[in-house]
C-alpha cells in the first residue's frame, strides 16, 4: 500500500504534470538495497505514449558527473592525473588561453573558463566549434571562483578520450555500464532505444520536436558524444547506478578515489563542488533541505537529477522532460524542491 510520503510525492509530480511544466515524470528513492519508493507519471510527449518504466530519458548535465567516473577511472589506472594540463593531453590548445587549466580545475569548475556558451550558432561544424573553443577568453582566474562550465567538460571528454586513446563512448561502456550493468546507458539511441525516448523541445533551430536525440546543441554539433551532454538512460540504469555510489564506490571505482571525488574542494568559494559532483550549497539548494552536508549530486536542464546522500544512506532520482514542448522556466525548480523535501522513506 502507498504510504503518506510516497502519495505526497506522486501527487507533487502528478500535479506539475497538469500545470503543464512537463507530460512525464519518472522518480526513485532508495537505499543500498534498492527502491523503497519508485514510479512514472504522464506520457513520453504531450499527448503520447504513457510511461511504462522502460523510457529513455535525456539526463542532459548529469552526464557530467558520470563522465567525471570515467575520468576518475582513469585517474586510478595511472592513464590520467588530476594535475594533468590542457595543452599537455590536447596539442590543438597548447597555445590558447586554456593550456595550464589542469583536470581537477576542469572537473570542480574552477578553471576560469565560461560556461554555456552557445557555440553552435555560428560554428556548425564540430571542427570550427572546436576551434572557436580554444579562443575563449578566461573569465576568472583559475582556482578563485567556481564558475559553472559545459565546455570544460567538453575539453574533459576529448582528454579522456587522448589519454586513453579511446572514444568516449567506448571509455564509457567498459568503465561505467559494464561493471555495474547499466544495460541502457549510452551516446546517441539506436533505433530501438529511440523508440522509448522521452521527447524534449519543440526545438526551433532544428525545427522538429527532439526525441531520443540529445537535446544540448553544442552536443549535437559534436556528433552526440561528449563530455558535459548526451547521455540517456532509464529509470532503472539511474537506480542502479545510485546503488552502487551509496555502496562506497565498487566496482565502479576504489572507495578511496570516490571518496576523494566527492569531497568537497571549494568551500573557501562561492559554491560547494567536488569532482565532477555538485554539493549542498548553504542557500538554494535545487534539492531542498533535506539532505545531509556530505551529499552529493548533479541536476540537468531538461529536468533530471541524482542526488546521493551518503550519511542517510539514500538516494534520490528525479528525471522528468521540463523542456518540453519549450525551455522556459515555468516552475520546475521550486517543484524539485519541494519533491525532495518530503520527508524520506515511505
Known sequence: ??????????????????????????????????????????????????????????????????????????????????????????????????AGRTVAQLLDHTSGLPGGVPLYRRHPTRESLLAALGTLERGTEPGTHVAYSSQGFILLGLIAEQAANRSLDALLADLVSAPVGLPDLCFRPGPERRARAVATEDCPWRGRTVTGEVHDENAVVLGGVAGHAGLFATVTDMERLARALLGGGPPLLAPDTLALMTAPRTDHLNLRR?????????????????????????????????????????????LANRVHPHRAERGFTPLRREFHDVPAGR
Do not use: C
Not at 22 to 47: E, Q, V
Not at 312 to 318: D, F, P, Q, W
Open 274 to 318: 567536488s569532482l565532477a559532483w555538485q554539493g549542498t550549497d548553504p542557500h538554494a539548494s535545487p534539492v531542498g533541505d533535506t539532505f545531509g552536508s556530505a551529499s552529493f549530486g548533479h541536476t540537468g536542464f531538461t529536468g533530471t537529477s541524482l542526488w546521493i546522500d551518503p550519511e542517510a544512506g539514500r538516494y534520490a532520482i528525479l
Open 1 to 98: 500500500m502507498t504510504t503518506h510520503h510516497a502519495a505526497a510525492r506522486r501527487r507533487i509530480l502528478e500535479q506539475g504534470r497538469e500545470r503543464g511544466l512537463y507530460s512525464g515524470a519518472a522518480w526513485s528513492l532508495g537505499d543500498a538495497n534498492g527502491p523503497y519508493d519508485r514510479g512514472w507519471t504522464g506520457t513520453r510527449a504531450h499527448g503520447g505514449t504513457p510511461l511504462d518504466g522502460t523510457d529513455l530519458w535525456d539526463l542532459a548535465s548529469v552526464t557530467k558527473p558520470i563522465v567525471g567516473l570515467v575520468v576518475m577511472a582513469l585517474v586510478e589506472r595511472g592513464v590520467l592525473g588530476l594535475d594533468d594540463t590542457v595543452g599537455h593531453h590536447l596539442g590543438r590548445y597548447r597555445d590558447s588561453p586554456h
